[in-house]
């Protein structure tokens, strides 16, 4: 389970694609895994990672909030 903290709004956010695929990363790497298709339990959503040898792409929900 992954939790990330947005700065710029100074609270926990519900989902981030770059924080999935920095611990998508790091457990590949510490764990020494072959495993190239990584689930990221967020705080609301699972995100997938699929890491190739320098690519990465992210799977999950998209939703799109506007501040008026």
């Known amino acids: 389970r ?3 903290f947005e ?3 100074n609270r926990e956010t519900s989902s981030c694609g ?7 990363t790091a457990v590949v790497y510490a764990l020494g895994l072959t495993a190239r298709r990584i689930h990221v339990c967020m705080t609301r959503f699972v995100l997938t990672v699929n890491m190739e040898e320098d690519t990465m792409m992210l799977e999950g929900s998209v939703n799109i909030h506007r501040r008026r």
């Open 2 to 4: 992954a939790r990330t």
């Open 7 to 9: 700065r710029g709004i």
């Open 18 to 24: 770059t924080g999935a695929c920095a611990a998508a």
